[in-house]
């Protein structure tokens, strides 16, 4: 036999596009990863429409502290840790980013959900869309918010009268704090596989999310909210741990949250033989090299940890926002936290249930119980039923 008759014919690893092979079964397309790719470039964009024109707006303006400052306590714990966030910044995208592509030329899965949780930043500011029930501590560095410019956005908004985002804080904060968290929960499913191996994926996944509810309850209960980072106001103090104080945590802050955490990590965790995560299917059909492949991927995990915040935070927010208490007096006494929307200093009396919520474009209510309209806007007149023929 000749030499050629012993050599092994390569395997083809390429598919043949739209060639037909006699005999073949057509080849299923997995549109999956377009679904998702198109839905994160969608959000993407609007994002890009959203900051640019926060940034090139009234809206981009600080809002001050107002006549109260911060204890010194405070302060030096928020600035400490505000430091230590920033300066972990630089090295998760090293760790994360940098360091595989140096040594593996490709780009990992925890770098990419570095990049969407930072992005996913911009879906902050979504839980006060119908009623402010949450805010941030003015004292730290702001610019104001974009939320104004969001689509259909409903809350009282007025430059330097707002709820700001602490910048310095959140946006490394959102990237590689909740990757940090996300694979802190992934090794905690991990350990408990190990533990019990018969374990379904359904009761692997309850198990993850009371992990995540008391990890919740430890993080923003009794860690962010006494240092004074954010407060919520308007949380239903019947269900609330610390009610009526400015450090208050409502029960469901660590439902919603706990389903995002567990939400991210599951799609961390869950991936198949290659690595890949549920919204990657179909990615190896992406034609056009290597670059669209990434990008078509990066676009896909993006909408997917963007869903998840959006599912399980934002939309049921809005309906704890309508059922909003009081705010506390601990809170309105704090100029800081109050962000000039309401109180001391203004005309209108901070939300409450016995008040109409009011729109951004609608009157209100000031403080002497009076309804104050917009300029050039009258009480609609009352159209009177015409008499029948």
């Given amino acids: 036999m000749s030499e050629l008759s012993n050599e092994k014919t390569p395997e083809i690893t390429e598919t043949l596009g739209d060639a037909k092979t006699l005999g073949a079964p057509k080849r299923q397309v997995n549109k999956g990863v377009y679904i998702w790719a198109t839905v994160g470039g969608l959000i993407l964009a609007l994002q890009v429409y ?3 024109r926060w940034v090139t707006g009234p ?11 911060p204890p010194i306590l405070m302060k030096t714990i928020l600035s400490i840790w505000t430091a230590g966030v920033l300066i972990g910044f630089p090295i998760a995208i090293y760790w994360w ?3 595989p592509w140096w040594r593996e030329r490709r780009i990992t899965l925890d770098g990419i959900l570095l990049a969407s949780m930072g992005l996913m930043f911009f879906q902050d500011p979504f839980l006060n869309y119908v009623n402010t029930w949450c805010t941030y501590n003015t004292w730290m560095f702001n610019r104001g918010s974009w939320a104004p410019y969001v689509p259909g956005w409903v809350s009282q908004e007025e430059p330097g009268a707002q709820v700001a985002e602490p910048l310095l804080m959140n946006v490394p904060g959102y990237a590689w704090g909740v990757l940090l968290i996300t694979i802190g929960v992934c090794w905690f499913m991990r350990k408990v596989k190990s533990r019990w191996p018969g374990i379904g994926n359904l009761q692997l996944i309850g198990v993850t999310f009371a992990f995540t509810f008391v990890l919740d309850f430890v993080m923003e209960g009794l860690i962010l909210l006494p240092l004074g980072l954010y407060t919520f106001p308007g949380a239903i103090q ?14 469901y802050e660590g439902l919603m949250w706990g389903a995002v955490q567990a939400g991210l990590a599951c799609l961390r965790f869950f991936t198949d033989d290659r690595g890949r995560t549920i919204v990657e299917r179909g990615i190896d059909q992406v034609r056009g090299g290597v670059i669209r492949q990434q990008i078509t991927r990066f676009l896909a995990i993006f909408a997917a940890v963007s869903a998840i915040f959006f599912v399980f935070y934002n939309l049921p927010a809005q309906w704890v926002g309508q059922h909003a208490d009081p705010w506390p007096e601990d809170i309105q006494e704090r100029s800081y936290f109050t962000g000039g929307l309401c109180g001391e200093g203004t005309d209108r009396p901070c939300p409450h249930p016995d008040l109409p919520m009011p729109r951004n474009d609608s009157g209100y209510i000031n403080k002497d119980g009076e309804l104050v309209l917009p300029d050039g806007v009258e009480v609609p007149k009352i159209v009177p039923f015409q008499p029948e023929d």
Avoid: M
């Fill in 50 to 52: 959203v900051w640019t």
């Fill in 97 to 99: 980013i940098i360091r």
């Fill in 238 to 251: 019947a269900v609330s741990f610390n009610a009526g104080h400015y450090y208050q945590w409502p029960i």
């Fill in 59 to 69: 809206y981009f303006e600080r809002v001050p502290t107002g006549p109260n400052d």
